[in-house]
């Protein structure tokens, strides 16, 4: 595939000095190591997700490096899990997420929610992970290989576009705060598996925090889950 056909309009932000160093190194770790996610989705979130799109980054850490049956559950957008995979096995960091936006603490009727955040994506929503790849079983394998070119992205786009929403979520995350230009919008609380590993919620705050500065500055709403009339 071609770079346009890997990342569309986001060609004009994409330092191509830095994707080819990743790439080389990518193309010897796929051959040697087991490394999630598929080649092939790798770029899967500027896919989904058009520059010309964007409204909010929400960054994390780097992808599952597990596998639910013999699949890797890494699919290229940052949290997310194939639809396949029933719910009571999604990823613990999925479910916190999925708490957190639907805000239980507000009566609603039947709501669905995408566990592949495609849905997110499209709605201008860049699922970034720090890292785009990691070895299998190994989490933070790749986050050195990745580092120079999310800085530069990161950079990049604070040079041409304002009004961003970033959500770091964590503190690999909350590393890049310093490469995203004032004129955006910068929100931040720990990683969802802080929070499966406490054993409590996560605030939902940061999401309505987010929808808000959407609706204000976009007059558009995020629908981060579906809600269906009873």
């Not at 931040?188 to 940061?206: F, T």
């Amino acid at each position: 595939m071609s770079l346009e056909e890997y990342f569309g309009d986001w060609t004009r932000i994409i330092d191509r000095t830095e994707l080819n160093k990743v790439m080389n190194i990518l193309n010897n770790e796929y051959n040697k190591f087991s490394v999630f996610p598929y080649k092939k989705d790798v770029f899967k979130a500027f896919k989904l997700c058009p520059l010309d799109n964007l409204k909010i980054i929400i960054i994390s850490q780097d992808p599952y490096p597990d596998r639910y049956g013999f699949e890797p559950r890494a699919t290229g957008l940052a949290f997310a899990n194939n639809s396949e995979i029933p719910e009571e096995y999604w990823s613990p960091s999925l479910k916190i997420l999925k708490d957190s936006v639907i805000n239980l603490d507000i009566p609603h009727n039947c709501c669905t929610f995408d566990p592949t955040l495609e849905s997110w994506a499209k709605q201008g929503i860049l699922l970034l992970n720090s890292a785009l790849t990691c070895r299998e079983n190994k989490i933070g394998s790749h986050i050195g290989i990745w580092r120079p070119f999310i800085v530069k992205l990161l950079t990049k786009l604070s040079e041409y576009y304002t009004g961003i929403v970033y959500i770091l979520l964590g503190n690999q995350a909350k590393s890049f705060e310093k490469y995203i230009g004032n004129n955006n919008f910068i929100l931040s609380c720990n990683h969802p598996a802080y929070y499966s590993r406490k054993g409590i919620d996560m605030p939902n705050s940061i999401f309505i925090t987010a929808s808000k500065l959407i609706k204000d500055n976009y007059g558009e709403e995020i629908k981060w889950y579906n809600e269906v009339e009873l």
